[in-house]
T-cell receptor, first 114, second 113 residues
Framework: DVKVTQSSRYLVKRTGEKVFLECVQD?????MFWYRQDPGLGLRLIYF???????EKGDIPEGYSVSREKKERFSLILESASTNQTSMYLC?????????????FGDGTRLSIL | DAKTTQPTSMDCAEGRAANLPCNHS???????VYWYRQIHSQGPQYIIH???NNETNEMASLIITEDRKSSTLILPHATLRDTAVYYC??????????????FGPGTRLSVLP
């Protein structure tokens, strides 16, 4: 089974802090994603990466950056956390196999910015 | 415009089959149908996907109508642990980077004892 592991289930940070969310997958997937999930808004794509050191902006990249130094690891960085970034953050991965493979998700990090 | 339409909520008795419908009347020939579920406070869990043929795996069956305008996810023997929000998603097959997974509001399935 595919395993996508997010480093923290719950995280509390303060406004202005730099926050790192880590995600690791064990299936040698090329593509990795970061989403945030908010009530009534569904999942919104923040960034994705299709290869090491490659990144592409999703629908809501403002206030975030990402890092992919190794194939199995994809990090989301909140450069200066703000209260409107309080959310559930979800990491996902998928293989590059004709473009129809499903994404597999981690259990999420519920981040609260105080 | 939403690509899929699902009922907001459904109930199912424990041990009975749960049949979750999804309407995707504007689906195009190269779009797959995917089903996920999300149990409270967890990430979405992949269940099954298909293009035009019916599919079955250890979790569920996916029945796609011949015109592909609708599908049904079947959980053959629902348990209390199947209580979750179920999402039906359509996505183009040549989306090589996989970024176009759009989750709508889904169907909240409650399995009742």
């Amino acid at each position: 089974d595919v395993k996508v592991t997010q480093s923290s289930r719950y995280l509390v940070k303060r406004t202005g802090e730099k926050v790192f969310l880590e995600c690791v997958q064990d299936m040698d997937h090329e593509n990795m994603f970061w989403y945030r999930q908010d009530p009534g808004l569904g999942l919104r794509l923040i960034y994705f990466s299709y290869d090491v050191k490659m990144k592409e902006k999703g629908d809501i990249p403002e206030g975030y950056s990402v890092s992919r130094e190794k194939k199995e690891r994809f990090s989301l960085i909140l450069e200066s956390a703000s209260t409107n970034q309080t959310s559930m953050y979800l990491c996902a991965s998928t293989s590059y196999s004709g473009g129809y493979q499903p994404q597999h998700f981690g259990d999420g990090t519920r981040l609260s910015i105080l | 415009d939403a690509k899929t339409t699902q009922p907001t909520s459904m109930d199912c008795a424990e041990g009975r089959a749960a049949n979750l419908p999804c309407n995707h009347s504007t689906i195009s020939g190269n779009e797959y149908v995917y089903w996920y579920r999300q149990i409270h406070s967890q990430g979405p869990q992949y269940i099954i996907h298909g293009l035009k043929n019916n599919e079955t795996n250890e979790m569920a069956s996916l029945i796609i109508t011949e015109d592909r305008k609708s599908s049904t996810l079947i959980l053959p023997h629902a348990t209390l642990r199947d209580t979750a929000v179920y999402y039906c998603i359509v996505r183009v097959a040549n989306d090589n980077y996989g970024q176009n997974f759009v989750f709508g509001p889904g169907t909240r399935l409650s399995v009742l004892p």
